[in-house]
């Protein structure tokens, strides 16, 4: 068995352990990232792509931006699309910021090129086995190459996603779980199709939900809210196409043209917390501690939250001895985790059909939808969490 040591060991390289890696060498903070995948796996697994302005400054600032300036798409609003009439929300002329359209994985790409450019340990196929002595001790241990290797480190980063092995790790009583499950999920695609629209479309129809999104003037990425365990064979390219005109249809004529669909699946609907987020040295970060449900797009911009609190708290502890910002970890974090949980589940309820929903409960929708895009205040609030809550500290980057 081999063994290392480094200051953090981060167990995941998504998102969160890639943004949290990347901050900490900027402040002179040395980890080694371990991922069980490879990096083609990393590179091209398709999730979300819509970053908030406060995630975009961060990603710029710390001088990973170069790509996502020049490729990114920026959006200052979005449309709500109810009883075949649209309705723009205005983010610049509302709270005067706007979101990027750019794909997750493209995100991952850059922060493994920087990582690799400045030399630093990443370990692809390296798969954790076991985290232990957070207390005092921390250890990693991993396969790699068909051997043991172990980790000694001050502190465990575990941002292993929901299905990882840190959060386990946890003792049993010592994590409370707040969940909640939705009767739904997503049937998402890729089409080598340009967007039927400049911006994002979230639609609510009475057959249910749909989303138009995009990830390049070529690329359209579209949604249609589905039942929970549907099957991908039940869907030929035809009927999603189908579907996805009858629920953004307008009164006006809306065109949805089609393309050749190269990606397809199933995103299930989930909103889970795990709380604490800490125990001892060992942090959970991104959807290692909470999953949102994906309407409003907060996942990635979740992760790289928490990561910019713990960053905060790792500087503090290796440069000033200070203790206190590691201690606020989780309160820190579930702020903002909670209230965007809030922002998410009240957009998937307004914008989904739930089962056995009556005509009372269609009109309530429409009402709600009419409300908030006629309402300046409501749509302002909506506006707001859309482009990101402001955070409650400053940040370094
Ligand atoms: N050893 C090494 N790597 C592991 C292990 C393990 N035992 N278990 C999981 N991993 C890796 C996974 O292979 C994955 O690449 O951890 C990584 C976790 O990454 P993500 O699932 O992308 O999670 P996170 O970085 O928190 O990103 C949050 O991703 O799922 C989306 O919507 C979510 O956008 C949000 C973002
Ligand atoms: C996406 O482009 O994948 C996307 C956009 C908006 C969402 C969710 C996903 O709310």
């Known amino acids: 068995m081999t063994r290392i040591r480094t200051q953090v060991g981060i167990v995941g390289a998504g998102p969160a352990g890639l943004t949290l890696a990347h901050l900490l060498h900027l402040q002179g903070i ?19 792509g819509v970053l908030e302005q406060g995630t975009v400054d961060i990603l710029c600032n710390s001088g990973v931006g170069e790509r996502l300036k020049r490729e990114g798409l ?25 979101i990027t359209v750019y794909a997750q994985q493209e995100v991952v790409k850059d922060l493994i090129a920087a990582r690799l450019c400045y030399g630093a340990p990443l370990r692809f196929e390296a798969e954790a086995i076991r985290v232990e002595g957070y207390d005092a001790d921390p250890k990693i241990q991993y396969q790699h190459g068909g051997e043991s290797h172990e980790i000694s480190c001050d502190f465990i980063a575990g941002c292993d996603g929901f299905h ?3 959060r386990p790790t946890f003792p049993e009583g010592q994590l409370q779980i707040h969940e909640r499950h939705y009767p739904f999920s ?3 695609i890729l089409a080598r199709v340009p967007p039927a629209s400049h911006e994002l479309i979230y639609s609510y129809h009475e ?16 949604y249609l809210q589905c039942a929970s365990d549907e099957d991908l064979n039940n869907w030929p390219d035809d009927r999603i196409w189908e579907e996805l005109r009858t629920r953004m249809a307008t009164r006006d004529g809306f065109k949805l043209k089609d393309g050749p669909i190269f990606q397809k699946g199933i995103t299930p609907m989930r909103a889970f917390v795990a709380s604490p ?5 060992l942090f959970l970060l991104g ?17 790289v939250a928490d990561v910019r609190v713990l960053t905060r708290g790792l500087v503090e502890f290796y440069k000033h001895k200070k203790h206190q910002a590691l201690a606020q970890f989780t309160e820190r974090c579930l702020r903002r985790v909670w209230k965007c949980q809030r922002f998410s589940g009240w957009m998937t309820s307004m914008l ?26 409501a749509s302002t609030t909506l506006a707001e969490n859309y482009v990101g809550l402001p955070f409650d500290t400053p940040g370094l980057f």
């Not at 920026?74 to 706007?98: A, C, M, N, P, T």
């Not at 987020?277 to 040295?281: A, L, V, Y």
């Not at 989904?352 to 205040?377: C, K, M, N, W």
């Open 287 to 303: 959807d290692a501690a909470h999953i949102v449900p994906p309407t409003g797009a907060k996942g990635l911009n979740l992760a």
């Open 352 to 377: 989904h059909r739930f089962p056995q929903e009556d005509s009372f409960s269609h009109q309530i929708h429409l009402a709600e939808l009419d409300y908030v895009t006629g309402s300046r205040a």
């Open 74 to 98: 920026q959006h200052g609003g979005v449309e709500l699309r109810f009883d075949g009439k649209g309705h723009r929300i205005d983010f610049q002329e509302l709270v005067g910021k706007s």
């Open 30 to 48: 040395e980890s080694v990232i371990l991922e069980r995948h490879s990096r083609e796996y990393v590179e091209t697994r398709v999730r979300a």
């Open 207 to 222: 057959r249910g939900f749909a989303l138009l999104s995009m990830r390049s003037p070529e690329v359209s990425r579209l």
């Open 277 to 281: 987020m800490q125990i001892g040295n």
């Open 164 to 166: 990882g092995i840190c």
């Open 186 to 188: 997503w049937l998402g």
